[in-house]
Nanobody, 125 residues
Framework: QVQLVESGGGLVQAGGSLRLSCAAS????????MGWFRQAPGKEREFVSG????????YYTDSVKGRFTISRDNAKSTVYLQMNSLKPEDTAIYYC??????????????????WGQGTQVTVSS
């Protein structure tokens, strides 16, 4: 089992940047594809970005392409989401997730098996 703890959320003005981190417990971090989801008030949870076990396959939803960058450090059991040029519509609770599909290869279907508690990102206009 994997325990995930997010950090790095906060309040930022439009056009600003934030870097989210997700630290995982256990020694098996490198065996899980990792992803970031977000949920805005009144909306369904959305898959934002994912990264394969080695980092060789990456997915971004269209609305964040060119602005967000996902990365991982398997030695530190941590996955990151660098968010630049933030917009008010990026406001949401951001959740880290570990996929139950070890061979996830960058598709828009991620199958999360474990979730973090979430971190709030608020972008003011």
């Amino acid at each position: 089992q994997v325990q995930l703890v997010e950090s790095g959320g906060g309040l930022v003005q439009a056009g600003g940047s934030l870097r989210l981190s997700c630290a995982a417990s256990g020694r098996t971090f490198s065996t899980y594809p990792m992803g970031w989801f977000r949920q805005a008030p009144g909306k369904e949870r959305e898959f934002v970005s994912g990264i394969s076990r080695s980092g060789g396959s990456i997915y971004y939803t269209d609305s964040v392409k060119g602005r967000f960058t996902i990365s991982r450090d398997n030695a530190k059991s941590t996955v990151y989401l660098q968010m630049n040029s933030l917009k008010p519509e990026d406001t949401a609770i951001y959740y880290c997730a570990a996929s139950g599909w070890p061979n996830w290869g960058g598709s828009s279907t991620f199958a999360p098996a474990y979730w973090g508690q979430g971190t709030q990102v608020t972008v003011s206009s």
